[in-house]
Nanobody
Framework: QVQLVESGGGLVHPGESLRLSCAAS????????MNWVRQAPGKGLEWLSL???????YYADSVKGRFTISRDNLKNTLYLQMNSLKPEDTAVYYC???????WGKGTLVTVSS
């Protein structure tokens, strides 16, 4: 069955970086457009970034220039490099195939001094 498993979250200080990973299995990963979505405490879901199968990326304005999405189709893995992290980036981060409705369980990122 389809599985999406995020990892790489943790506690960092403002200005630091983290790289999230999402290991995919159970489907032909390279064919699907993959997304990163986050949910901050007490708030709704926020779409962050999309990457097409060919690697073309798209970003929400809130993270453009700080976050970089990428994928390794040979490793069936999606990445999100997050730089210059801010306290308002604190959230649970999910990878998702929005078209098919598959979501991972998320990884928590906390940005705090």
């Amino acid at each position: 069955q389809v599985q999406l498993v995020e990892s790489g979250g943790g506690l960092v200080h403002p200005g630091e970086s983290l790289r999230l990973s999402c290991a995919a299995s159970g489907f032909i990963f390279s064919r699907f457009w993959m997304n990163w979505v986050r949910q901050a405490p007490g708030k709704g879901l926020e779409w962050l970034s999309l990457i097409k199968g060919d690697g073309t990326p798209y970003y929400a304005d809130s993270v453009k220039g700080r976050f970089t999405i990428s994928r390794d189709n040979l490793k069936n893995t999606l990445y999100l490099q997050m730089n210059s992290l801010k306290p308002e980036d604190t959230a649970v981060y999910y990878c998702a195939d929005l078209g098919s409705g598959y979501w991972g369980k998320g990884t928590l990122v906390t940005v705090s001094s």
